[in-house]
């Protein structure tokens, strides 16, 4: 974003491209696929040959806000230090108020703009995960079940319901936009019956994505409209294939594609290189995508209170790097029953599904988020069914941190099945130069297939605290 005076975050005026898109979206298409199920249905079984990296289905109480361990909420009008009403000139104050943000006990977010005039109030929430990104040679999908503000015409003026992705080396930042990547999965405005999928990468203005444009294109949503009814919106970045791609769909119906042939070397790697990406939900009223095809929104016409309803977010990978769609993967070993970890993936040590004597803290390391701390000799984190395919993964890397005292370290292991069995791995850690000076340390592995409990387990010849782990992975 450089020193530009008005640098969006997101959701730039688009005015070139959007003028004769709004006439597309008018188009009438036959369609194939139409959304269907309950309100609040469940975040759908994880098809063969695909793990579930993670997902929220928004189960809790009626009025309760969504969970602190998935979502960091978003107030005011800005990051602090970051550009004035999010880079984009929408008007809302975002707030953490249930009337703006809560859950409605049925399965589903409700994310509802209030106010009148210039005066309003919606909500923006975003992962505490900020690794969103696939393995070498995988597919990463990012999908959610999505209901637009039921509101249209003039009533709708001002409304910017958005689904969307942002690199993670924005966080903490606020000015490096559009260089570290953003994905726009779905985004709508003013109730038109549209979903527009955008990448935005490179330098603003200009540059290979065209900013502040981006790269991006438009369809109805299949069936019934956008607003009516709920739709699945999905987001693919695919390293199976040579050139890499990314693809946008509504329903299971692809509307748009990026190659990576269509970017310079550097451009893609800014976007893909670092630690992944982080999820967003939000609401805006007024800015420049809505105030280019609208006029300067919200109006007096605009009405109070539409929700935008999210059933369930989920991002899975796919295990074998396969090209086909999710749909109709080709078959390897299952994940097992409730999803697991993708033991390719990357998996954040305060994902555990148990341990005994270690803490949590927030993290400096790149992706924010937090690292399990407090970890001395005895200690162990277990990761129930982690998947490792047919393929046995014969390495595995962890991201550690020490500020340990002279001469305490110990040994980081990998244990299947019991924290007693023998360790199949392990690497020596010292002082890395402090509790958050974090180094990433590989290890070679006895090869391993199929699905297993993963022990990590810690040990030393002294009774202090030798080390602080933020995240592992295991590959080939």
Sequence with gaps: MGTSTNPPARGRPRLRALLTAIGAAMLPVIVMAVAGGPAGAAVPPTPSGWSLVWSDDFNGASGSLPSSANWIIDTGHGYPGGPGNWGTGEIQNYTSSPSNLSLDGSGNLRITPIGSGQNWTSARIETRRADFKPAAGRVLRIEGRIQMPNVTGNAALGYWPAFWALGAPYRGNYWNWPATGEFDIMENVNGINAVWG???????????????SGLGANRPCPGSTCQSAFHTYRFEWDTAVTPNQL????????????SQSQLDAGTWANMTSHAGYFILLNVAMGGAFPNALGGSTPTAATVSGRPMVVDYVAVWQSGTGTTNPPTTPTPTTSPPPGGGFDARSTIQAESNSAQSGTGVETTSDSGGGQNVSQIGNGDWLRYDRVNFGTSAATQFKARVASGAAGGVSGLVQVRLDSPSAAPIGDFAVGNTGGWQSWRTIPANIAGVTGTHTVYITFSSGQPADFVNLNWFTFGN
């Design 198 to 212: 955008v990448l935005h990468c490179g330098v603003n203005p200009g540059g290979p994505c065209n900013e502040t």
């Design 247 to 258: 693809r946008w769909y509504v329903d299971g119906q692809q509307f748009h594609s990026v």
